[in-house]
């Protein structure tokens, strides 16, 4: 499959690149030059239109990852307009050329507890891709209307559309700091203690890339487990407000650890299967 990949010189962009280019042939498109040249690059703005339309050209899938990813480093309106009318720019520019399927790279922030700073109140524990979207935050917000631009195009003219609600992405890096993270639970509750290997989101847009029979997905991905000592029902216990329907509790006492983020309806519809464990990578298996 030719495969164009919006943002591949950042930061997920170089890992899923590199981890596609192993079966595909991938396209980098994105305004700054990768750190290594180990596939074909287009320097472009997915702002401009022109720039998509002439890069789309003989693309089979598209994976948007272009993004401002935190609502504290740009202004509010840079963050919509590069997220949400970049967003827009490159699906349309996908339903127009040659792509049959585009898969964007959402988050968990659509739910408002990562960012947000009003109280941090899941309806339901543990959360899954029904849960309501309540963004508390420009970044969160403009997610939410990357998904309806991926339901309308696919409503409108069938572009098959995937957008992955990954959470807190760690590079192999970030388990050095396991033991201070893990030791101050109080510090990481709009997380819900939960992260997802940068591999793994790599193996999920592929899979989401390959996998038959979609039209349009939504799909939660994370880690098995939490980066977190104690039992996930502890915490929520002690630092979630009370009165949190707790659904599939059978679920925690077979992994006490278990994340927050239900990631069955992906490993259902596309294959995905976690590979990377916080613990494990570490070498501190608790």
Request: proline share 6%.
């Amino acid at each position: 499959m030719l495969v164009l990949v919006t943002g591949g010189s950042g930061h997920v962009g170089e890992v899923v690149c590199r981890h596609l280019a192993q079966s595909h042939e991938v396209v980098n498109f994105d305004s700054q030059p990768p750190r290594e040249p180990f596939c074909r690059f287009i320097r472009g703005d997915i702002l401009n239109s022109a720039h998509l339309m002439e890069a789309m050209r003989g693309i089979e899938g598209v994976v948007h990852l272009a993004a401002i990813p935190h609502p504290n480093w740009d202004p509010s309106d840079s963050i919509m307009n590069v997220n949400v009318m970049g967003t827009q720019r490159v699906v349309e520019a996908a339903a127009l050329g040659s792509p049959t399927r585009v898969v964007t790279a959402s988050s968990d922030s659509t739910f408002g507890f990562v960012f947000g700073r009003g109280e941090i109140l899941p309806q339901y524990l543990p959360v899954d891709e029904d849960h309501p979207t309540r963004p508390m935050d420009s970044y969160g917000l403009s997610k939410v209307l990357g998904e309806e631009i991926c339901k309308r195009y696919t409503r409108d003219i069938g572009l098959e559309t995937v957008c992955l609600r990954y959470c807190w992405v760690w590079d192999p890096e970030t388990y050095s700091s396991l033991g201070g993270m893990a030791d101050s639970p109080e510090n990481f509750v709009g997380q819900l203690w939960g992260y997802v290997d940068v591999r793994d989101v790599a193996q999920a847009v592929e899979k989401s890339l390959e996998a038959p029979g979609i039209r349009h997905e939504t799909l939660l991905i994370s880690a098995d487990r939490t980066f977190q000592k104690r039992p996930s029902l502890e915490l929520a216990e002690q630092f979630l407000p009370e009165g949190i329907e707790i659904r599939d509790e059978e679920l925690f006492a077979v992994e006490p650890r278990r994340t927050f983020m239900d990631c069955r309806r992906a490993k259902k519809m596309i294959g995905f299967a976690p590979e990377f464990d916080c613990w494990r990578e570490s070498g501190t298996e608790v």
